[in-house]
C-alpha cells in the first residue's frame, strides 16, 4: 500500500525554539495533506488541511502563526512549531490524500516533547 | 455537527476470543464510517470503511464491522483474537469518502492475553 514517511518520529526540544516536522508521500502524489493532533487519551484533532501550492486551511481555535504549514511539492508539507512551549507537547500525526483514487494515507506520527 | 464515542478505552480479550470494540457516531448527515488501527510506532492503517451499500463490511485481517442505523453503531468485531491483533483501534465518521472533516474516536486499546 501507499506510504507516508513522518520525519522525526520523536523530537526533544527547549522552550522557545521552533521545530519542524516533516510528512512525505513516498510512492503517490498527494494534492492534499491534513496535520491532527492527538493528546494521551484523547481524539486526533484535524489541525488544519494543506493543498498544494496555497495556503493551510486551518481549523477553529488552531493558531497559524504558532503552526506554520507549508505544502511546496505533491510529495512534502512540513509543519513548523513555532516558539515552543511545554503545552505545545503532544503527537502530531499527518495525512496524504492520494490524488487518483482519494484514499487517505496516515503517517506514523511525531512526538515532540518541548522543556 | 459529528462526534464519534468509543466505549472502552481499554479492551482485554483471550486470545482465540472474540473481539468486539464499540463505536457509536452521531452525524447529520448521512456517515461515512472508518475503523482504522495503529501498531506501536507506526502509522493509522485502514482496517474497513462503510460508504454506502451493504452494511455489514469485511475488512483486512479477519474483521469486520456492521453499520446499523438505527442504533448509530458502527461495532467492529473479530471471532478469534490473535496475539497480533493487539494495538489501538480507532473509528472514524466524515462526510464522504476521502473529505477533510475526519472526526476521530479517542481509540480502544486493545490487549490479548495469551
Known amino acids: 500500500g501507499a506510504v507516508v514517511s513522518q520525519h522525526p518520529s520523536w523530537v526533544i526540544c527547549k522552550s522557545g525554539t521552533s521545530v519542524k516536522i516533516e510528512c512525505r508521500s513516498l510512492?503517490?502524489?498527494?494534492?492534499?495533506m491534513f496535520w491532527y493532533r492527538q493528546f494521551p487519551k484523547q481524539s486526533l484533532m484535524l489541525m488544519a488541511t494543506?493543498?498544494?501550492?496555497?495556503?493551510?486551511?486551518?481549523e477553529q481555535g488552531v493558531e497559524k502563526d504558532k503552526f506554520l504549514i507549508n505544502h511546496a511539492s505533491l510529495t512534502l508539507s512540513t509543519l513548523t512549531v513555532t516558539s515552543a512551549h511545554p503545552e505545545d507537547s503532544s503527537f502530531y500525526i499527518c495525512?496524504?490524500?492520494?490524488?487518483?483514487?482519494?484514499?487517505?494515507?496516515f503517517g506514523e506520527g511525531s512526538r515532540l516533547t518541548v522543556l | 455537527a459529528q462526534s464519534v464515542t468509543q466505549l472502552g478505552s481499554h479492551v482485554s480479550v483471550s486470545e482465540g476470543a472474540l473481539v468486539l470494540l464499540r463505536c457509536n457516531y452521531s452525524?447529520?448527515?448521512?456517515?461515512?464510517l472508518f475503523w482504522y488501527v495503529q501498531y506501536p510506532n507506526q502509522g493509522l492503517q485502514l482496517l474497513l470503511k462503510?460508504?454506502?451499500?451493504?452494511?455489514l463490511v469485511k475488512g483486512i485481517n479477519g474483521f469486520e464491522a456492521e453499520f446499523k442505523k438505527s442504533e448509530t453503531s458502527f461495532h467492529l468485531t473479530k471471532p478469534s483474537a490473535h496475539m497480533s491483533d493487539a494495538a489501538e483501534y480507532f473509528c472514524?465518521?466524515?462526510?464522504?469518502?476521502?473529505?477533510?472533516?475526519?472526526?476521530f474516536g479517542t481509540g480502544t486499546s486493545l490487549t490479548v492475553i495469551p
Open positions: 452525524s447529520s448527515v448521512p456517515p461515512y
Open positions: 495525512s496524504a490524500r492520494q490524488g487518483r483514487t482519494g484514499e487517505l494515507f
Open positions: 494543506s493543498n498544494e501550492g496555497s495556503k493551510a486551511t486551518y
Open positions: 510512492d503517490f502524489q498527494a494534492t492534499t
Open positions: 472514524a465518521v466524515s462526510r464522504s469518502n476521502t473529505g477533510n472533516q475526519f472526526y
Open positions: 462503510y460508504t454506502t451499500g451493504a452494511t
